[in-house]
């Protein structure tokens, strides 16, 4: 399977943990995408790159998450002192640089803070 | 601020006739307008896109969509609906980050 991939696919962590996802994406795909998409709402965007740049982050990607995509492959989404708000999924997506290419999303990490 | 809307929490159809997934959007400039579904513990899937031209798009299992300028609106349509259909549909609009509308959960009974 060449689609986006997403580690965990679950994970539980108590209140104040750090926890970290791994987003694959498609191999040819320079850009890559989070959201986050909690119970009956669609998923909101967080931060997105091109390449190994980081060129837009949300207001809602607050300094307790961090991003990276150190050699514009694969990525990394971080979040220190988890809250219980946190909780969510957490979608990855991928695509062709350029706001017309469509976006090809993974399956998403669900997190629980307990 | 930019939004799109799906004023419809869930749709029901009936298998065998046409059915219609609203849309509504408030994006500046000319939008990119996209339509996903997702079926329970699966990822998204793009359905279609409409960029420019044609009003009329048509996209994957048989699904198309209207976009209207003058009612902002880009509305999803299939002629004859079927069971393996239902899932959760979401449209979305932007130019590189996409914002999301809330989900239409259609529901197609035999």
């Known amino acids: 399977d060449t689609g986006v991939s997403q580690n965990p696919r679950h994970k539980i962590t108590k209140r104040g943990q750090n926890v970290t996802f791994r987003c694959d994406p498609i191999?040819?795909?320079?850009?890559l995408y989070w959201y986050r998409q909690t119970l009956g709402q669609g998923p909101e965007f967080l931060t997105y790159?091109?390449?190994?740049?980081?060129?837009?982050k949300s207001r809602l990607l607050s300094d307790r998450f961090s991003a990276e995509r150190p050699k514009g492959s694969f990525s990394t989404l971080e979040i220190q002192r988890t809250e219980q708000g946190d909780s969510a999924m957490y979608l990855c997506?991928?695509?062709?640089?350029?706001?017309?290419?469509?976006?090809?999303f993974g399956p998403g990490t669900r997190l629980t803070v307990t | 601020a930019q939004s799109v809307a799906q004023p419809e929490d869930q749709v029901n159809v009936a298998e065998g006739n046409p059915l219609t997934v609203k849309c509504t959007y408030s994006?500046?400039?000319?939008?990119?307008l996209f339509w996903y579904v997702q079926y329970p513990n699966r990822g998204l899937q793009f359905l279609l896109k409409?960029?420019?031209?044609?009003?009329l798009v048509k996209g994957s299992y048989g699904f198309e969509a209207e976009f209207n300028k003058s009612q902002t609106s880009f509305h999803l349509k299939k002629p004859s609906a079927l069971v393996s259909d239902s899932a959760l549909y979401f449209c979305?609009?932007?130019?590189?980050?996409?914002?999301f509308g809330a989900g239409t959960r259609l529901a197609v009974h035999p």
């Open positions: 997506a991928s695509s062709l640089a350029g706001g017309h290419y469509e976006q090809y």
């Open positions: 790159f091109q390449n190994e740049a980081q060129l837009e």
């Open positions: 979305a609009g932007g130019y590189n980050k996409l914002i």
């Open positions: 191999s040819e795909h320079n850009r």
């Open positions: 994006v500046s400039g000319n939008p990119y």
């Open positions: 409409y960029i420019t031209g044609d009003n």
